[in-house]
C-alpha cells in the first residue's frame, strides 16, 4: 500500500508490501520510480519477503527540488527511509536490492551505514561513471521511454521532465567516483548480477565483484541492463536464493573462497 511520508521534510512516495521475516528494500534506477520493480520481481517475492519501495527525490510521485541530483544526496535520503521505525523492523538491518542507479545508492549506503544493511543485491550497477557504455544522448527528453512513467506519477507535472533529465545526464556522466579500496569497505554478503550485454561494462561489473570481500557474481545471458524486466522470473529466484541461503556459501572446490 503506498503513500506519501514526510522524510527530512521531502513527502516521500512510499509503497509497502508482501510480509514475510526479511524486510527487504527495493531501489529503483534513474529516471524510473517505485513501480518498476514492485511490478516486475515484486509479485514474484512478496509471499516470501516484506518489500519496500519508494520514490527518490524528482522521481516518480516524489517532487523534484531546485537541487541538482548527486548520489550522496540520493543516499541520504535513502538511510533517513530506512532509520524510519516501520521500515527497520530487523535489528539486523535490512536487505538492499538496487537496479541501476539504485545499486549505486545501495554501495554507497553500505559504505556510510553498514549498521541498516544486511545484505545487497547490485543489478546492474557501476561504482565510477566510465564504467558504463557511453548513452545515446539524442533526441528531445519527451521522446524517451521513461518520459510516459514520468508524466503519468510526477507531482511536478509532465513539463518538469525535461529539467529532471538534463540533472540526471549531468550526473550520470560525473558520477558516481568509487574506488576499489572504498568497495573493499563493503564486507556484508552482496550479489552483484547483471546482463551479458549490460550497459555496464563487463569487465567493469567483475571489477566491482572482485572488489567485494562477501561478493558473488551471476551474468545472465541473453539480457540487457533491463535483465530485471527481461527475466524478472529467474531474477527473483536468484534474489530469493541468494537472500535465503547461507551468508558463506559452500562450494565443493572453492578457489577464491579458499580458507587462509
Known amino acids: 500500500m503506498g503513500g506519501h511520508t514526510d522524510v527530512d521534510g521531502l513527502d516521500t512516495w512510499i509503497d509497502v508490501r508482501g510480509s514475510g521475516e526479511r524486510t527487504v528494500v527495493l531501489l529503483h534506477g534513474g529516471m524510473g520510480n517505485s513501480d518498476d520493480l514492485l511490478d516486475s520481481i515484486g509479485p514474484r517475492l512478496e509471499d516470501r ?5 519508494f520514490d527518490r527525490r524528482g522521481h516518480g510521485r516524489t517532487r523534484d527540488t531546485d537541487e541538482p541530483f548527486h548520489y550522496d544526496d540520493m543516499a541520504t535520503h535513502t538511510i533517513a527511509v530506512l532509520e524510519r521505525p516501520e521500515i527497520a523492523a530487523a535489528a539486523t538491518g535490512v536487505d538492499l536490492v538496487g537496479w541501476s542507479d539504485g545499486a549505486i ?3 554507497l549506503v553500505a559504505i556510510r551505514r553498514p549498521d541498516l544493511v544486511d545484505r545487497l543485491v547490485l543489478i546492474g550497477g557501476n561504482f565510477h561513471y566510465d564504467g558504463v557504455h557511453e548513452l545515446d544522448s539524442s533526441g528531445e ?13 510526477s507531482p511536478d ?8 533529465a538534463e540533472k540526471w545526464m549531468t550526473l550520470i556522466t560525473t558520477e558516481p567516483t568509487l574506488t576499489t579500496a572504498d568497495l573493499a569497505r563493503i564486507d556484508h554478503p552482496a550479489l552483484v548480477l547483471a546482463g551479458d550485454d549490460d550497459l555496464v561494462k563487463l569487465a567493469h561489473t567483475v571489477e566491482l565483484f572482485e572488489a567485494l570481500p ?29 537472500l535465503e541461503g547461507p551468508a558463506e556459501p559452500a562450494t565443493m572446490l572453492p578457489v577464491r573462497r579458499r580458507p587462509a
Open 157 to 164: 507535472g509532465p513539463d518538469h521532465y525535461r529539467a529532471v
Open 141 to 153: 527528453p519527451e521522446q524517451s521511454p521513461l518520459y510516459e512513467g514520468y508524466a503519468a506519477r
Open 105 to 107: 545508492v545501495a554501495m
Open 214 to 242: 562477501a561478493g558473488r557474481l551471476c551474468i545472465l545471458p541473453g539480457t540487457s541492463h533491463l535483465v530485471p524486466f527481461e527475466r524478472a522470473e529467474l531474477v527473483a529466484s536468484v534474489i530469493a536464493d541468494f
Open 49 to 53: 519477503f516484506r518489500l519496500v519501495a
